[in-house]
């Protein structure tokens, strides 16, 4: 199979922009298949650290094709930084970068409107990136959003307007103050800089690559417990995180799926509100946080962290029929004196469960199995015969409940910081 695809088995920021990165290079093609800039991967090599909000982490490697497809959402403005920050690093991308005519526009209004919605929230707010995903998306499904094909068209303006004002009659809904015109500038200087690019009908491009031989790599961006349907809703954001996701947002068919590679941390971590059922607000969650520099790559905001759930991973195995796992900061694990992994829920209907629960406000605790830490700093290791027995027994036991195995460990943030077993 030529179709391959990598995501997240959790609440995103899993390492999958540095797993992608190593990846790459055994692959022709690199392709984002959903969410727009709420995502930031963060790549590492040549002491650089580079983090990529709606550009395919393929870009780095100069014989791969990236493509940003109809699945995802742009917003030309911070689409237009990310180009000429690459290009302040020597990296020009033009002519290895297709982007979907088909894939939504994020107009400063969507962003103005996810800001507005979520003051209007309150306590219950989602904790959103505020990249205006969430009504970018409303106006996809709800048939009046602008797609990058549209910027072709010779009444682009007037559909922009159109759709402004009718986010303006939306906005004034809510209590909130905004300033409209100044981002308007900045957007349409920003169109012109997309314009440089290939607008493609990806689906066309895609299938025809693999016609000819051509492997892909679709890179998910946020996790699986942020899935419209399946996560944590509505604590979650507005696209199918999960692999069939990929089908449909690069028009790929189903049966050309071949493995599907699962990211996930070595513990857990979370940014924005909802549900968390193995967070840690004691020392050990300190202390992951610290180990594991736990800070959101698009917001700088700090990560919540906890334990390994296992009855959500096993969820996110069975939704995406992961095919590998990949484990990242593995490093961060070093030092402490034992380990958890939760493997069921006591419910606060005194049950207990080991499935992932509908509402998992309705968990009481978690159920762990404690097991032996190790002191040994592992960012070095480069085999998995060389690791401490303490975390072998840590990843044969995750590889045990889930059935699938452990195919990447990896030890660091830098692309060489990786254990690959066969
Ligand atoms: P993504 O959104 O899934 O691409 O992940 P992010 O880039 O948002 O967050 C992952 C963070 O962990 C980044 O700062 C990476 O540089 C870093 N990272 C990735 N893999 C490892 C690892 O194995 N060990 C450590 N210590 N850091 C890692
Ligand atoms: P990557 O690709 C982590 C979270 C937000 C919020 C919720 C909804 O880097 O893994 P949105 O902006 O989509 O309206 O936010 O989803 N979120 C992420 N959390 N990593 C991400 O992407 C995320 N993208 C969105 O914090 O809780
Ligand atoms: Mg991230």
Redesign the pocket.
């Known amino acids: 199979m030529n179709f391959n695809v990598l995501l ?1 088995l959790q ?4 390492g ?1 922009g540095k797993i992608v990165d190593v990846f790459a290079s055994r692959y022709d093609v690199v392709a984002r298949f959903q ?1 727009g800039p ?4 963060s790549l590492e090599f040549d002491n650089v650290k580079h983090i990529l909000h709606n550009i395919p982490s393929g870009v780095f490697h100069k014989n791969i094709q990236n493509i940003i497809g109809n699945g995802v959402v742009l917003d030309p403005v911070i689409f237009r930084q990310e180009i000429e920050e690459l290009k302040e690093k020597g990296i020009n991308i033009n002519s290895n970068l297709f982007i979907s005519r088909k894939a939504h526009l994020i107009l400063p209004s969507h962003r103005i409107l ?1 800001a507005a919605s979520e003051a209007a929230k309150g306590k219950s707010k ?6 205006g ?2 009504p970018t998306y409303m106006d996809k499904t709800g048939r009046n959003g602008l797609r990058v094909g549209d910027i072709e068209a010779d009444d682009f303006r007037e559909k922009y307007r159109f759709l402004k004002n009718k986010h303006r009659t939306l906005l004034a809904q809510y209590d909130f103050q905004y300033d409209l015109e100044e981002k308007e500038q900045e957007w349409f200087e920003a169109i012109e800089t997309l314009r440089e690019f290939a607008f493609v009908d990806s689906e066309h491009t895609i299938n025809e690559l693999m016609l000819q031989g051509k492997s892909v790599l679709a890179e998910g ?3 699986t417990l ?1 899935d419209i349907d399946f996560g944590s809703y509505p ?4 696209s199918n995180t999960v692999c069939a996701g990929a089908c449909i947002g690069l028009g790929v068919s189903p049966k050309n799926v071949g493995e599907v590679y699962g990211v996930f941390k070595a513990y857990c971590t ?5 549900p968390f059922p193995t967070e840690l607000s004691n020392s050990h969650g300190e202390k992951l946080q610290k180990q594991g520099n736990e800070y ?4 700088g905001r700090p990560r919540r962290c906890g334990w390994l759930d296992l009855p959500a991973l096993k969820y996110a195995i069975m939704l995406n029929g992961v095919t590998r796992l990949i484990m990242t900061k593995a490093d961060v694990l070093s030092d402490f004196d034992h380990l958890k992994i939760c493997t069921a829920y006591k419910m606060k209907d005194g049950s207990t469960i080991s499935h992932f629960p509908y509402n998992q406000y309705d968990i009481a605790e978690p159920i762990y199995k404690e097991m032996p830490g190790w002191s040994e700093d592992i960012s070095q290791i480069k085999s998995f015969g060389h690791l401490p027995e303490a975390f072998k027994q840590y990843s044969r036991f995750i590889e045990e409940q889930t059935g699938v195995p452990v195919h990447i460990i990896s030890t660091g943030p830098k692309r060489n910081s990786l254990i690959e077993i066969d």
């Open positions: 997240g609440w995103g920021d899993e999958k969410g709420n995502a930031g991967h996810d989602i904790g959103s990136t505020l990249k995903i969430g961006a946020q996790g942020l604590y979650v954001t507005s979370r940014v924005g509100s909802g959101g790559a698009t917001t």
